[in-house]
């Protein structure tokens, strides 16, 4: 089993559509990153998170320390969002352990 | 500030030939991580460098892969005698207390 699981895998949507994609980790953690990544395109961080909840624009990001788990959220999804989406774990000098990622298509 | 910098891009060796990637970080930081992403598999780590110095290299392959990252200059990953396998994309990153910070990647092509 993976330490970072992250669903689903693939996900499609229309434009306009409120979107989650879910992890969930096994190991102890300080922090829990949401990263994007453009096909044939770096990697740009989105959130990094060690409670609670974070909003940047249409994005939201949240975390259940307890239960080892974070959600982020694409509220009113736009085709530019089409990226694979990648959970990982790790801290301010840890290294990180990445989920497979989720890729997501959004259609006008 | 330019971020994290990565060059080349795009690197083409033939089997046998030897590869060279390098890394700058953000400025103000003395540490990069080395991480691999092979064809359709997530990224993950190869290592932990901070200046002269390795301080975690657990994820690096026992052979031909070696990184140092000096007191001048940039970060190097080093990949002797490539094979088809070693064709991955290759990203080296930074972090702070508020996010990590990625280079653009570069993507070797073993032929």
């Known amino acids: 089993k993976n330490e970072v699981e992250q669903s689903p895998q693939n996900l499609t949507a229309q434009e306009g559509e409120f979107i989650t994609i879910n992890c969930s980790y096994s190991v102890g953690i300080s922090a829990l990153h949401w990263l994007q990544q453009h096909p044939g395109g770096g990697i740009v961080s989105l959130f990094m998170?060690?409670?609670g909840k974070k909003k940047h624009g249409r994005l939201i990001a949240t975390i259940n320390i307890q239960e080892k788990h974070s959600s982020l959220h694409i509220t009113a999804s736009h085709p530019r969002d089409s990226a694979v989406y990648i959970c990982a774990v790790g801290g301010n000098t840890d290294k990180l352990i990445f989920g497979t990622g989720t890729r997501l298509q959004v259609f006008p | 500030n330019a971020g994290v910098m990565q060059n080349p891009r795009h690197l083409v060796r033939r089997r046998g030939q030897e590869a060279r990637l390098r890394c700058s970080p953000m400025k103000g930081h003395s540490h990069v991580y080395w991480y691999r992403q092979l064809p359709e598999e997530g990224l993950k780590f190869m290592v932990y460098l901070q200046k002269e110095n390795i301080i975690d290299e657990s994820g690096m392959p026992k052979e031909r892969f070696s990184a140092e990252f000096p007191k001048e200059g940039p970060s190097i990953l080093r990949i002797q005698q490539v094979v088809r396998g070693d064709s991955a994309a290759y990203f080296c990153?930074?972090?702070?207390?508020?996010?990590?910070?990625f280079g653009q990647g570069t993507r070797l092509t073993v032929v």
């Open positions: 998170l060690s409670s």
């Open positions: 990153a930074s972090s702070d207390p508020i996010r990590a910070f």
